[in-house]
C-alpha cells in the first residue's frame, strides 16, 4: 500500500489551506493510500493544530522541540529523516518553504522529487503520473516519478481546494522522541515586515495592475491617468518591482499584496500563479495582453489581444468622454 | 571569497510565443530566442559586488551544450572571471538530480566559499540549488533578498523573501548554497562590446570522466523524474475574447466593467 504523509505548514496555531488540500491531492495518486499528517513545532501553538488535524486525518504525527518553533527548513529536514519511512511519498507545499526544505530532503531520503504539481494522474507499478507547468505557466508537462524508493513531492497552493471531509476521529503520535539531534549550519534570526508604502492597494475595489507589457518606466504615467480616470489604484507584478519602478507595496502576489478589488485590470501581465495567488475574492478580471497566448487569458473574465500602451490611453479618452 | 555561479542558458519567456510541434508532444523549439535564465543574471551581479567588497573571483558555470558557452560568456561580460562548460552526450536528459550531481563533481574539484544559483529556472522547479547543497553536506538558503558578508567571517547574514513581501532573516555557516531572488539587485547592462572583450577567453570544456562521474549515475537512464510531453492543458473556456476595432472592444469593455461595479 502506498503511504503518503502530509506536511502540514502552520502559523499561530492554525494550520494553512494546504492542511485540506493534501486530502484532494493524495486520493489522485492514491485513493487507497494510508495517509498521515506531520506537524512539527513547539508549545501550544503546535499542540493546537496536531489537535485540530485529527479532524481530517487518521493519524496525526507531532514533533515538538524548541528548535522547531520557527519553521527553519534545515531542522525540519533533519526531523523528518529521522522520523519519516525514506519509501514513502511525502507532499509539501510549493511555497517559500516547501521551495527551502524540499530538494534537499529528497537527496537525504534518497527518493525522486517533483516540484509544483498541479494534478496527478495516478500511479502505475512504481510510476506516478503528474502534471506541472513550465516557462511561467506557458506549457504543461506531463511527468513520471519513480516512486521505488519514495518521493518528495511539492503541490501548488490552492489548486486541490474543495475536498470534502477528510476522515475525522484521528489520533495524535506523538514522536518528538524521535526527532535526533537538531542543530543545524543555518539560524533564523528574525523576520523582518514589509514596509507600509503610500497607497495601500488592498483596499482598492478597482486595481489597474501592469506587469512587463509596460515596457519603460516614463509608461507607468499612462496606467496612472487610466486609474485616476477610473478612480482605481495602479498596482504592479513582480517585475516591476524588481526594476524599482514602483514600491514593492504595489505588488499583487504571494510575494506582495493579497488583494480583494471588484475588478482587476490585468495589463500587460502575463499571469503566473505566483501573481494570481495575491488575487482573492473572485474579482472581475480584465485582460489585455498582445500575445493572445499569454497564461493570463485562461484565467481572465475578459481578454483582449492589444498592446497595452496604445490600449490603456484610449480607454481613458473613452472613459472621461462617458 | 571565492563563489561559485550556477547558470542555465533557457527559452526567453518574454521573447517567445510557445507553441507544440506538429506531433503536439514537444516544444516547437525552430525560432526559439534562447538568453540566460533572468534569476542567474541577477545571482552573477551579486557575486561580483561581493566579490567587489571583499576581493576574490567569481566563477560562472553551465551543465550544456556548445550553444551554453554564449550564456558563459555574457555572464563574464558582466565581470565573472572565470567560466566552466560542463558537457557530455551522458549528460542528456538529466533530471534535476543528475544536474547537481553534476555541478558537485565540479564543486569539488575548486575550493569555494559561496555558491549560487537563480531561485528558479525555465522549468519551474528550483530544485537544483538545494540538492546540491544537501549533496555537499552545506547549509542552504532558498529565494535569497539579501546578503551581508563581511570580510573574514566565518557566518553570513542572508535574508530570504518568505509570503506577504516580507523577508525572514538567518544567519548561515560558510560554505554555503544559496538560491537567488530576482530584485536583491539590479543587474548591470552588457553591451556588445563587453561581449567582445571575453570572446577570446578560453573556457574549458569537461566532460563526465575529466570530473571522475559514472556516464550511468547521469542522463536520462538514471532520471528518476522525467517529462513525457508536453501539452496545452484545456481549462474550459477561459476568458471572453473581445473582438473587433479598438472602439468597438472599448465600447463592450466600458459596459462589463460598469456592470461589475468598476465604473460609476
Not at chain 1, 246 to 262: A, D, F, H, I, N
Request: proline fraction near 3%.
Amino acid at each position: 500500500m502506498t503511504t503518503i504523509y502530509a506536511y502540514i505548514t502552520h502559523r499561530g496555531g492554525v494550520a494553512d489551506d494546504v492542511a485540506m488540500e493534501y486530502i484532494k491531492a493524495a486520493a489522485k495518486i492514491d485513493a487507497g493510500a494510508s495517509l498521515t499528517a506531520v506537524v512539527t513545532g513547539s508549545g501550544a501553538d503546535l499542540d493546537k493544530v496536531a489537535d485540530s488535524m485529527t479532524s481530517l486525518y487518521q493519524e496525526v504525527i507531532k514533533v515538538n522541540n524548541e528548535a522547531l518553533a520557527y519553521p527553519n527548513a534545515e531542522v525540519v529536514r533533519k526531523a523528518l529523516c529521522n522520523i519519516l519511512d525514506p519509501s514513502a511519498i511525502i507532499l509539501a507545499p510549493h511555497d517559500t518553504f516547501g521551495m527551502d526544505l524540499c530538494p534537499g530532503l529528497s537527496i537525504k531520503m534518497d527518493s525522486a522529487f517533483a516540484a509544483d504539481a498541479v494534478d496527478f494522474e495516478g500511479i502505475e507499478g512504481t510510476s506516478l503520473k503528474l502534471v506541472r507547468q513550465e516557462l511561467g505557466g506557458a506549457v504543461s508537462t506531463h511527468v513520471t516519478c519513480d516512486i521505488s524508493n519514495g518521493a518528495v513531492i511539492t503541490i501548488r497552493p490552492g489548486v486541490f481546494a474543495g475536498a470534502e471531509g477528510g476522515s475525522p476521529g484521528g489520533k495524535v503520535v506523538d514522536k518528538s522522541g524521535d526527532a535526533g539531534d537538531l542543530t543545524a549550519k543555518r539560524r533564523f534570526l528574525e523576520i523582518v515586515e514589509a514596509e507600509v508604502g503610500d497607497v495601500d492597494i488592498t483596499k482598492s475595489d478597482v486595481l489597474v495592475s501592469i506587469g512587463r507589457g509596460i515596457e519603460e518606466q516614463d509608461n507607468i504615467e499612462i496606467a496612472q491617468e487610466l486609474a485616476e480616470a477610473m478612480g482605481a489604484v495602479v498596482s504592479c507584478s513582480r517585475p516591476i518591482v524588481d526594476a524599482k519602478w514602483l514600491e514593492k507595496s504595489r505588488q499583487v502576489g504571494t510575494s506582495g499584496q493579497t488583494v480583494k478589488p471588484k475588478v482587476y485590470m490585468a495589463m500587460g501581465i502575463s499571469g503566473s500563479f505566483q501573481h494570481m495567488g495575491g488575487i482573492k475574492g473572485n474579482p472581475y478580471i480584465v485582460a489585455v495582453n498582445k500575445n493572445p497566448k499569454a497564461p493570463i487569458f485562461q484565467v481572465a473574465d475578459v481578454g483582449i489581444v492589444e498592446d497595452i500602451l496604445e490600449f490603456m490611453p484610449a480607454l481613458t479618452e473613452a472613459i472621461k468622454e462617458m | 571569497m571565492e563563489i561559485l555561479v550556477c547558470v542555465k542558458r533557457v527559452p526567453d519567456t518574454a521573447e517567445n510565443e510557445f507553441e507544440l510541434n506538429s506531433e503536439g508532444n514537444d516544444l516547437d523549439r525552430d525560432d526559439l530566442v534562447y538568453s540566460v535564465n533572468e534569476w542567474d543574471n541577477y545571482a552573477v551581479e551579486e557575486a561580483i559586488q561581493i566579490v567587489d567588497n571583499v576581493g576574490g573571483n567569481v566563477t560562472v558555470v553551465t551543465v550544456g551544450d556548445d550553444e551554453s558557452e554564449e550564456v558563459l560568456r555574457r555572464e563574464m561580460a558582466m565581470g565573472a572571471n572565470n567560466g566552466i562548460l560542463l558537457s557530455d552526450d551522458a549528460f542528456g536528459g538529466s533530471d534535476g538530480r543528475g544536474i547537481a550531481s553534476i555541478l558537485k563533481a565540479e564543486v569539488e574539484k575548486g575550493k569555494y566559499d559561496l555558491i549560487l544559483t537563480g531561485a528558479q529556472a525555465d522549468e519551474g522547479a528550483g530544485q537544483v540549488g538545494g540538492m546540491l547543497a544537501a549533496m555537499l553536506d552545506m547549509p542552504y538558503a532558498s529565494l535569497v533578498n539579501k546578503i551581508d558578508v563581511e570580510d573574514g567571517a566565518s557566518t553570513i547574514k542572508v535574508g530570504r523573501e518568505i509570503e506577504g513581501g516580507n523577508q525572514e532573516m538567518n544567519e548561515i555557516d560558510l560554505p554555503c548554497v544559496l538560491s537567488i531572488q530576482t530584485g536583491i539587485n539590479e543587474p548591470r547592462y552588457v553591451g556588445i562590446r563587453g561581449i567582445r572583450k571575453v570572446a577570446q577567453v578560453e573556457i574549458p570544456v569537461k566532460g563526465a570522466s575529466d570530473l571522475g562521474m559514472d556516464p550511468a549515475t547521469v542522463g536520462e537512464a538514471a532520471a528518476k523524474t522525467k517529462r513525457v510531453d508536453y501539452f496545452v492543458p484545456d481549462l474550459g473556456e477561459g476568458a471572453e475574447m473581445l473582438e473587433g476595432s479598438t472602439d468597438e472592444i472599448i465600447t463592450q469593455l466600458i459596459e462589463r466593467i460598469k456592470s461589475k461595479g468598476g465604473l460609476a
